[in-house]
């Protein structure tokens, strides 16, 4: 067999095994320039003549080169570069030649890529779920209940005579805070998911008010009716729970890929906040929620029995040698201050 035959031999060993292509990986982990292998080898900086050709001034103008290896895998070849890179936790300098992992990725200064093959399993493929009609249905229901619930509070602390401007600013001004906040959130979903899904910012939002809304008129009534004050506790909790349920709502369509993180951050501060709220009220007869309801509903919601005048009374004695004790204090203290002018 002569040179030229044995050429014609060893040629498909060059060859790709099956198409190939380079990704530029985001901070999220996904890939934000696909660009396709055509040949081999592939040279990747910033020059263009360069294969994959990248827009990064850390990286040289002629950065790395991936080669096809003997045995069918790839490898990554460091050029002349101030950089360098990194494989997985490997430092990689100039001259470094390391083999590439099947869909690993790998780091040319700041810039992180993948090499993907036609012979690495493809994630499946996610359902696409379209159902604006819901969605849009859903919105004005939202709204009008939220206005609604806003109304009522104004209504019961106004005059029956107030004139129709007195319930403008209530009406509009949470609604105009609404429409910000769903906008800034979409903002960020077009930042970082070139999406602009306004509505559904807008109707998680909506949905979280509604329920605390809803709450904030229930809890009451429910305590009252069963006689349990100590569950205004929860009216309490609702908020910021509320809020953190809501931001970490938000959240998980505009970074789905650090969804954990995340929701471990937002778990935490809300916990430092309850810490401190608990911390404030220390000296106080109640940490969450008051022990008496400053509202009552009407007589009719009542379901508790009654209770004779003595077991009130009963219930008024251990405050009584609280306050007798507390006043002997002040007395001492008054007397003390006395004596300290004369």
């Known amino acids: 067999m002569d040179e030229q035959q044995q050429g014609q031999v060893m040629a498909?060993?060059?060859?790709?095994?099956?198409?190939?292509?380079?990704?530029?990986?985001?901070?999220?982990?996904?890939?934000?320039?696909?660009?396709?292998?055509?040949?081999?080898?592939?040279?990747?900086?910033?020059?263009?003549?360069?294969?994959?050709?990248?827009?990064?001034?850390?990286?040289?103008?002629?950065?790395?080169e991936l080669h096809l290896a003997p045995d069918g895998g790839v490898r990554l070849k460091l050029l002349e570069s101030r950089n360098g890179g990194h494989l997985g936790k490997q430092r990689l300098t100039s001259g470094d030649d390391v083999p590439l992992p099947m869909g690993g990725a790998f780091q040319l200064a700041g810039c992180t890529l993948r090499l993907r093959?036609?012979?690495?399993?493809?994630?499946?493929?996610?359902?696409?779920?379209?159902?604006?009609?819901?969605?849009?249905?859903?919105?004005?229901?939202?709204?009008?209940?939220?206005?609604?619930?806003?109304?009522?509070?104004?209504?019961?602390?106004?005059?029956?005579?107030?004139?129709?401007?007195?319930?403008a600013s209530p009406l509009l001004a949470p609604l105009a805070f609404v429409l910000a906040w769903a906008g800034l959130w979409s903002l960020a979903s077009q930042l970082f998911r070139h999406r602009f899904p306004f509505t559904t910012h807008l109707r998680r939002v909506l949905v979280v008010i509604v329920v605390l809304q809803g709450l904030d008129w229930t809890l009451p009534a429910i305590a009252y009716a069963f006689s349990w004050p100590r569950l205004m506790a929860l009216e309490s909790l609702a908020t910021p729970v509320g809020t953190a349920v809501l931001i970490a709502w938000h959240?998980?369509?505009?970074?789905?890929?650090?969804?954990?993180?995340?929701?471990?951050?937002?778990?935490?501060?809300?916990?430092?906040?309850?810490?401190?709220?608990?911390?404030?009220?220390?000296?106080?007869?109640?940490?969450?929620?008051?022990?008496?309801?400053?509202?009552?509903?009407?007589?009719?919601?009542?379901?508790?029995?009654?209770?004779?005048?003595?077991?009130?009374?009963?219930?008024?004695?251990?405050?009584?040698?609280?306050?007798?004790?507390?006043?002997?204090k002040d007395n001492e203290g008054f007397e003390g201050d006395e004596a300290g002018g004369e």
Not at 31 to 40: F, G, K
């Open 12 to 64: 498909p060993a060059l060859v790709a095994p099956g198409s190939a292509v380079v990704e530029l990986l985001g901070r999220d982990g996904r890939a934000t320039l696909v660009q396709r292998v055509t040949q081999w080898p592939v040279r990747i900086g910033r020059s263009p003549a360069c294969d994959i050709v990248l827009d990064d001034v850390h990286l040289a103008a002629e950065h790395a």
């Open 117 to 167: 093959t036609s012979a690495d399993t493809l994630a499946p493929e996610h359902l696409l779920i379209v159902d604006k009609t819901r969605h849009w249905a859903l919105v004005p229901l939202l709204l009008l209940v939220m206005l609604f619930f806003q109304w009522v509070d104004r209504w019961s602390a106004v005059d029956p005579d107030a004139r129709w401007v007195d319930y």
């Open 251 to 328: 959240a998980r369509l505009v970074w789905p890929g650090t969804r954990r993180i995340l929701n471990g951050g937002i778990a935490a501060l809300l916990l430092l906040g309850l810490g401190l709220q608990v911390g404030n009220r220390q000296e106080q007869q109640y940490v969450f929620g008051p022990p008496y309801l400053a509202s009552l509903p009407p007589p009719v919601l009542r379901i508790a029995g009654t209770r004779p005048p003595e077991a009130l009374i009963e219930s008024l004695k251990p405050l009584k040698a609280e306050l007798a004790r507390q006043a002997r």
